[in-house]
Antibody, heavy 120, light 113 residues
Framework: VQLLESGGDLVQPGGSLRLSCAASGFSFSSYAMSWVRQAPGKGLEWVSVISGSGGTTYYADSVKGRFTISRDNSKNTLYLEMNSLKAEDTAVYYC??????????????WGQGTMVTVSS | DIVMTQSPDSLAVSLGERATINCKSSQSVLYSSSNKNFLTWYQQKPGQPPKLLIYWASTRESGVPDRFSGSGSGTDFTLTISSLQAEDVAVYYCQQYYSTPYTFGQGTKVEIK
């Protein structure tokens, strides 16, 4: 069971980025997936969740309207489209597997994370 | 939003001694219909992602040593490490999944005295 994030980069304020999370070792479409971020030296902040089918999504207020979560179950891949990036979005972004097909919010598998830096 | 507050922010415990971390939620995370508390505990070691230790407030994840235990209900919860080992040095987070946005405590850093 593995999650592998990619796509993190240095981007200017106002810019865009798309993160990917490739899943393996489990039935990807059977589980909801989340993105959780951690600013340097700080705690954990949940960002967004998507159900196993992709039909249900929720967002933290801090990213609502700027970030879009999606998934391609045929490719076992989770995405996070990030627009209008701000300095405060600088963080390691983790993808995390939920314990249920519907969003439950308990995360039993985490990726290693990908770093997003927003700076001019 | 449900605010999660952990105490203390850090603690130093001798090897083999007990470590206790508290977590308080701003509103109950107990679903009366299922009688389950929507509360997890995670361990994060430096440079690593978080690891799930406890879910439903007191159910140990598979493979987690039995020196880790969770207790509490409603708004007050505790993570106990019964006999601290060197490999337990980490930051511990509680998290509620009663409602979105899912929220974490600020973390408690556990060190060896």
């Amino acid at each position: 069971v593995q999650l592998l994030e990619s796509g993190g980069d240095l981007v200017q304020p106002g810019g865009s980025l798309r993160l990917s999370c490739a899943a393996s070792g489990f039935s990807f479409s059977s589980y909801a997936m989340s993105w959780v971020r951690q600013a340097p030296g700080k705690g954990l902040e949940w960002v967004s969740v998507i159900s196993g089918s992709g039909g249900t999504t929720y967002y933290a207020d801090s990213v609502k309207g700027r970030f879009t979560i999606s998934r391609d179950n045929s490719k076992n891949t989770l995405y996070l489209e990030m627009n209008s990036l701000k300095a405060e979005d600088t963080a390691v972004y983790y993808c995390a597997k939920d314990t249920s097909g519907l969003p439950r919010g308990a995360f039993d598998i985490w990726g290693q994370g990908t770093m997003v830096t927003v700076s001019s | 939003d449900i605010v999660m507050t952990q105490s203390p922010d850090s603690l130093a415990v001798s090897l083999g001694e007990r470590a206790t971390i508290n977590c308080k939620s701003s509103q109950s995370v107990l679903y009366s219909s299922s009688n389950k508390n929507f509360l997890t505990w995670y361990q994060q070691k430096p440079g690593q992602p978080p690891k799930l230790l406890i879910y439903w407030a007191s159910t140990r994840e598979s493979g987690v040593p039995d020196r880790f235990s969770g207790s509490g209900s409603g708004t007050d919860f505790t993570l106990t490490i019964s006999s601290l080992q060197a490999e337990d040095v980490a930051v511990y987070y509680c998290q509620q999944y009663y409602s979105t946005p899912y929220t974490f405590g600020q973390g408690t850093k556990v060190e060896i005295k």
